[in-house]
């Protein structure tokens, strides 16, 4: 399964049929973008990692940058791998 990344914009309350109240989270999420795609021959195993969150240069590390640089992709504060099936179906 994929998932998203985001932030946690607040909390409120709808009101379902009954008139009961239900608390929910109010979301921000995206854009994520694919900065890697592992796949089983060269990492081991299958799976895409996701960046969100656009920072500045200085905010990361040499190593952080070379990474993402490797991609020609801008900063990211933020990530994260899923496990895929089909690694295939993903571009960076």
Same mark, same amino acid.
């Given at each position: 399964?994929?998932?998203?990344?985001? *932030?946690?914009? !607040?909390?409120?309350? /709808? @009101?379902?049929?009954? !008139?009961?109240?239900?608390?929910?989270? /109010?979301?921000?999420?995206? %854009?994520?973008?694919?900065?890697?795609?592992?796949?089983?021959?060269?990492? !081991? $195993?299958?799976? /895409?990692?996701?960046? $969100? !969150?656009?920072?500045? *240069?200085?905010?990361?590390?040499?190593? +952080?940058?070379?990474?993402?640089?490797?991609?020609? /992709?801008?900063?990211?504060? $933020?990530?994260?791998?899923?496990?895929?099936?089909? %690694? +295939?179906? @993903?571009?960076?």
């Amino acid at each position: 399964s994929l998932g998203l990344l985001g *932030n946690k914009i !607040g909390m409120t309350q /709808i @009101f379902d049929e009954s !008139g009961n109240i239900i608390p929910v989270t /109010i979301l921000k999420v995206g %854009p994520c973008v694919i900065t890697q795609v592992k796949t089983d021959l060269n990492d !081991g $195993y299958n799976a /895409i990692q996701i960046g $969100y !969150g656009t920072v500045s *240069n200085k905010s990361l590390t040499q190593p +952080e940058l070379g990474h993402l640089q490797k991609s020609n /992709i801008q900063p990211l504060k $933020y990530l994260k791998e899923f496990r895929v099936n089909n %690694p +295939e179906e @993903f571009k960076v």
